[in-house]
């Protein structure tokens, strides 16, 4: 078989094999979680339309965590061990590391029956410490720890990039953690930002890491099917934790950091909105949205859920576009 085809079945399988395993073991999950009573804790401070969904399975990201991984071993066998190399291991790493800490998380939540988990500050070491981590390894691959700003042109951070880079993934696993507010949001928004990544990595010669972001977009694709409104299980800060914090772990090994203002806009906009709540409470006493994140503030402005879902997944899907014509322009 020729290296071109064998090359387009190893990019379609990454994709597809993580949606074929979650299709076929979603049902049998979601009962497992059911008799187990692992059902999600509403917070009381949320809208109360959201009431309605408490009792739902949760920890549905063990179903986007476990596809991933198969389809990294059948990418393994096909590839051979030559395809684990220190980037994909560092991804790979991440992805399960942050999916574990959202598993305890997850866990602890539902065993006190309480919105209230690992604390922050244990969440906070350990995505800072993996984003040092994995910025000092791509520091070595970067002069001086360059970094570019959407081709347009680069600077030099030299040894403060680690510091750069953990900030990068620890904001990007928060600020997906942020988006997980309503059925098929962040699988949704994930499923274009992972599939758009992967296009941007295949056209810049990355092909190994392009593999693992589909691999990523097959996984938020088949669980997008048991997420979707009315949500059958959500994917809990297991899901949401691991997604953010592969995305953050992709884009500084491909040296693509400033691109994830693009490729997850949505992400972006929920968790600056968080902010900017909490700072003009802080300094003024009001509220600049009627609720935080940014997604509650257009419910609690009269849209319905699913209104707030298509528009916002759309949106991602727009600045993804913009994103590939963008860098495409300026290869």
């Known amino acids: 078989m020729m290296t071109g085809q ?64 198969f389809a990294v071993l059948v990418l393994a066998v096909i590839k051979g061990m030559a395809f684990l190399t220190v980037p994909v291991l560092l991804v790979t790493g991440v992805t399960l ?3 574990l800490l959202g598993f305890v998380d997850d866990y602890l939540k539902i065993s006190k029956k309480k919105n209230k988990g690992v604390s922050g500050y244990t969440k906070l070491a350990v995505q800072i410490t993996a984003g040092l981590l994995v910025g ?29 880079a953990a900030f990068v993934i620890t904001a990007t696993s928060n600020a997906v953690n942020l988006t997980d507010g309503l059925d098929g949001l962040a699988s949704g928004t994930s499923l274009m930002t992972f599939m758009t990544l ?28 048991f997420n979707r409104h009315p949500a059958r299980i959500f994917m809990g800060d297991t899901g949401s934790l691991a997604l953010g914090g592969a995305l953050g772990a ?46 509650h503030h257009f419910e609690l402005g009269g849209w319905k859920e699913t209104q707030v879902v ?17 860098y495409n322009g300026g290869v």
């Not at 000092?136 to 750069?164: C, I, K």
């Not at 700072?279 to 940014?294: A, H, Q, Y």
């Open 310 to 326: 298509y528009s916002f997944v759309t949106f991602q899907f727009f600045c993804c576009m913009l994103a590939v014509f963008l």
């Open 6 to 69: 064998m090359a387009q079945i190893e990019t379609v399988l990454s994709a597809l094999a993580p949606v074929g395993l979650s299709l076929a073991l979603g049902n049998q999950y979601i009962d497992f979680l059911r008799k187990r009573y692992m059902g999600q804790y509403i917070r009381e401070d949320g809208p109360q339309s959201h009431q309605s969904k408490a009792g739902t399975p949760t920890a549905g990201g063990v179903l986007i965590l476990g596809s991933f991984l």
């Open 250 to 295: 992709l884009v500084v090994l491909a040296h693509l950091e400033f691109w994830v203002v693009l490729l997850g806009v949505v992400f972006v906009l929920e968790a600056l909105s968080v902010v900017l709540q909490v700072l003009s409470f802080k300094t003024t006493g009001k509220r600049i949205f009627r609720m935080s994140p940014l997604h």
């Open 136 to 164: 000092w390894f791509a520091m070595q691959a970067a002069p001086a720890g360059d970094v570019s700003f959407f081709g347009l042109f680069s600077f030099q951070l030299g040894w403060l990039y680690p510091v750069f």
């Open 198 to 225: 992967g296009m941007l990595l295949m056209v810049s010669g990355q092909a190994n890491l392009a593999m693992l972001a589909l691999a990523l977009a097959g996984a938020a694709l088949g669980f997008l099917m």
């Open 97 to 99: 590391g942050f999916g």
